[in-house]
């Protein structure tokens, strides 16, 4: 009856042991594949990043011509009108203050 209890208990470590094995293949599988999955969403947003900063960068160096002319023109505005450029930045002060009271 000892032999009995002992080959069963004997029989369930090997079992036991063969699961373990089983469930650490299947731990460094998941590993393996979340690894992978990990990389390639970081390549991917990695594309997406340089992508969308190229466009960015496309508009704004498009765009550069236009601002400067515009920033010339607002310049040569607030040279010949003084007094209204004064009164125009008091006024965005105020609401800058405004909003920020606000708060």
Known sequence: MVANLWRHHSDVGDDLEAQIARLSREVAS???????????AYEDTSERAADLYEDVLSRISDAMPDIKRQSRAVQKAAHDNPVATAVVGVAVIGLLLGLLARR
């Open 30 to 40: 998941l590993k393996k594949t979340l690894s992978k999955r990990g990389t390639a």
